[in-house]
């Protein structure tokens, strides 16, 4: 279980997340919608303190997630990013091995034999070998997602991981991102893909100007939100 209580983080003077509460069980899924600028990519960079909350707190598992804990804290996590971000002088099946054997003291050959496994699951064992120079959009972002399950994580944190690829690559990084639902992984995703959210999460958490403005089961949200900013939202989007 993740608590989350009174999470606050300011820019420069302007809050971009403000006061914000969330309980969320384990292996639930979590899709994060709302507006540009809203407060999702900042709120889930501070689930685990790529950006340092200004207050409030963060419990995950009974443990509080404070500076001298950070690092078994992300240990947990694994984090999906917009642009993939992948070592460029390694090779795909070193991008995956490198932090099981650095982090967790993993043998090479375990190592190898879970990358390797994880990698057929997405359909890239055949890319083992290459740099990410030579892989598509679509390829880079499976890869990026390996390389976060390599890491055994109980969380696992996308920051709309589709958003970077051309259409046709979309579908391929979904598949791979719902076959992670329900398989005692907590999921939270930051989309702007309704319909994506609607089938894979469990719960749907809106935000607006910072702050969560409406928790619902997507079906509730997307056919009948309570607050007229979330109607305003979904007229705009849908």
């Known amino acids: 279980m993740i608590i989350i209580k009174n999470l606050c983080k ?3 003077g302007t809050a971009a997340v ?3 509460s969330l309980t969320v069980e384990t292996n639930e899924v979590i899709a994060i919608v709302g507006p540009s600028g809203g407060g999702k990519s900042t709120f889930l960079r501070c689930l685990n303190h790529m950006e340092e909350p200004d207050s409030g707190t963060i419990e995950i598992d009974g443990e509080l997630v404070i500076k001298n804990n950070i690092s078994r804290a992300r240990k947990n996590m ?17 991008n995956i091995i490198y932090a099981p054997m650095k982090v ?3 043998n090479k050959m375990d190592a190898l034999r879970r990358a390797k496994n994880l990698l057929d699951k997405v359909h890239m064992q055949k890319h083992e ?3 990410p120079a030579n892989l598509s959009g679509g390829q880079k972002q499976r890869v990026a997602i390996v390389r976060a399950l390599a890491m055994r994580p109980k969380i696992m944190l996308f920051d709309e991981p589709t958003s970077s690829l051309d259409p046709e690559m979309v579908k391929e990084v979904l598949e791979v991102i719902k076959s992670l639902a329900h398989t005692g992984i907590t999921i939270f995703i930051v989309t702007h893909l309704m319909s994506f959210a609607e089938e894979i999460a469990d719960r749907v958490v809106f935000f607006a ?22 109607k305003e939202f979904l007229d705009k989007v849908s």
């Open 10 to 12: 300011s820019f420069n």
């Open 18 to 20: 403000k006061d914000v």
């Open 78 to 94: 694994g984090m999906v990013f917009q642009h993939f971000n992948l070592f460029p002088h390694m090779t795909v099946i070193e």
């Open 104 to 106: 967790l003291g993993m």
């Open 129 to 131: 070998k290459a740099y």
């Open 209 to 230: 100007n910072g702050k969560i403005v409406e928790v619902a089961p997507p079906k509730k949200f997307f056919h009948n939100p309570k607050t007229m900013r979330a």
